[in-house]
């Protein structure tokens, strides 16, 4: 080869060479600047969003107003009270740029310009084993004295739905220990039931029954929005040491904001939830979806929404389904929820629209009766007009039939009643109403039960085929 052959070769070999190093400097300089742009796109998610805090303008009545906050509905909220001193308040909605928030404890304290910090998502509540025995608050820390609550797991307060097509199937009857429901009214595990009743007819003694004597594993008692008083008589004599034990109290009285009502009713249902997913057959029994509903219509009225059903707002309508929709059967593997709603609602007031929209969207419901608790019978469920939807899926034929004849006797008598006070009816007329009047105070023994007194779901379904036969 020439001379001139030679240094082509090298000068092109030296090319080549260059291009090279060139294209790896290249891919090594994108591959730091890929590894640093990982690095700040890893640490800018772990950071939260900037904070925008803004201050107080207005407060009216219980609604807080707030300029400046960048917060979207549903977030958390501190409102400083002093230098020191945080409370905390929950968007509740918006006009323009100004935020409308509730304060989920007292707002004593507050003034104007005080700071508003977002403090990011909705809130969320302590779950865990360690709950069972524990009397807890709408933010779900203890207000028993049995020290800190050692909880290591958070649930989201708003929960999450079940895809209604996982959901298992209601198959199987939960004992509830009340002869009259187990045997005529039999609750499924995972439906939901409405306890409509006037006030003082016996629905805490009732609810205090079936927590103490019910097969499930776990009871969630949620006391929204009654008298202060009514708690701790409740958790002492209606639960008792007996029921207490596999039970967790979240109670939110009436003299409590009516956000921390809702929350109370949004927590008990969180950890009712959580308890499901852990397989447990759970039983929520919420004291009153009236008193939740009305903290609902305060919340949307004092922001501005208006009244359009008897003086409620349509939203409550809404909420009411979403909260009822969180109990109910979990999917597989997952265990259950019953719930006992209790609704109140005066005689016969068909007009109460609570009650209607409740009666609506449960799976049954028990109806307490003024009449039978006037005359003493306990506990006063009026059999004709309560109902389980979910009853013919959870029993066998048996035990429906026998139901069938029990109400039917119980049904003629009781419709022929009058007659029969004022003497009108004579005895040898209707053969079947003679036997069904032969029979009537054996029924009604049966439909009794004292509240100490315990009847598991197979006695009282053979106590019911023996009253029968009389
Ligand atoms: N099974 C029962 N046996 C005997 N008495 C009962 C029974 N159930 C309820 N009672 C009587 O009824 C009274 C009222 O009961 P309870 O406090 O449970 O009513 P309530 O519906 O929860 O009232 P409120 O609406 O005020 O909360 C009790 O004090 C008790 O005397
Ligand atoms: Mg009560």
New binding site residues.
């Given amino acids: 080869m020439s001379n001139h052959g030679l240094l082509l070769l090298f000068g092109i070999s030296w090319a080549e060479s260059g291009k090279k190093t060139m294209r790896r400097d290249r891919g090594a300089v994108a591959a730091q600047w890929a590894a640093k742009l990982r690095e700040h796109t890893a640490r800018l998610t772990g950071q939260r969003a900037l904070q925008v805090e803004g201050k107080l303008v207005r407060m009216v009545g219980l609604t807080l107003e707030a300029v400046g906050v960048r917060a979207a509905v549903g977030d958390r909220c501190a409102v400083s009270v002093g230098s020191q001193r945080f409370i905390e308040a929950e968007v509740v909605g918006f006009a323009g740029d100004r935020l409308y928030l509730m304060p989920t404890g007292r707002p004593d304290g507050l003034q104007p310009g005080a700071r508003v910090i977002p403090q990011g998502q909705g809130a969320d509540v302590p779950v865990g084993v360690e709950l069972l025995g524990r009397v807890l608050d709408g933010s779900g820390r203890p207000i028993d004295d049995l020290g800190p609550l050692r909880a290591s797991t958070r649930a989201s307060l708003a929960g999450f739905s079940v895809n209604p097509l996982a959901r298992q199937p209601i198959d199987e009857p939960l004992d509830v220990g009340v002869r009259a429901i187990n045997s005529l009214l039999t609750v499924g595990k995972g439906q939901r039931v409405g306890l409509f ?1 006037p ?8 609810l205090g ?1 079936i927590a103490r004597y019910t097969g499930a594993d776990v009871i969630v008692v949620g006391l929204v929005g ?1 008298r202060g008083r ?1 708690v701790k008589e409740f958790i002492e004599h ?1 639960l008792g040491q007996e029921g207490m034990a596999r039970s967790v109290v979240v109670a939110t009285p009436a003299d409590l904001p009516p956000l921390m009502r809702v929350h109370g009713a949004a927590t008990a249902t969180a950890i009712a939830e959580y308890f499901r997913d852990q397989g447990k057959d759970v039983l929520l029994l919420m004291d009153s979806l009236t008193r939740y509903c009305q903290a609902q219509r305060e919340i949307a009225l004092t922001i501005g929404e208006p009244p359009a059903t008897r003086g409620f707002p349509p939203s409550v309508f809404a909420r009411l389904p979403q909260l009822v929709e969180r109990a109910g059967p979990g999917s597989h593997g997952h265990g259950s929820i019953t719930a006992i709603y209790t609704v109140l609602c005066e005689g016969e007031d068909a007009d109460d629209p609570i009650a209607e929209a409740a009666r609506a969207i449960l799976d049954g419901h028990i109806v ?1 009766s003024r009449r039978l ?1 006037e005359s003493g019978h ?2 006063a469920i009026d059999i004709e007009a309560s109902i389980s939807r979910v009853m013919h899926q959870v029993t066998a034929e048996p035990q429906l039939q026998a139901a069938r004849n029990f109400r039917q006797s119980f049904h003629l008598v009781e419709s022929n009643r009058d007659l029969v006070n004022v003497g009108a009816y004579r005895s040898g007329t209707n053969p079947e109403l003679d036997r069904a009047l032969s029979r009537h105070p054996l029924l009604q023994a049966f439909l009794r ?3 100490h007194e315990d009847v598991p779901l197979q006695l009282s379904v053979e106590q019911l085929q023996a009253c029968l036969q009389v």
């Fill in positions: 009743a006030a003082g007819v016996g629905k805490s003694v009732l029954m009654e009514e209606n307490l608790a306990f506990p039960q004292g509240m």
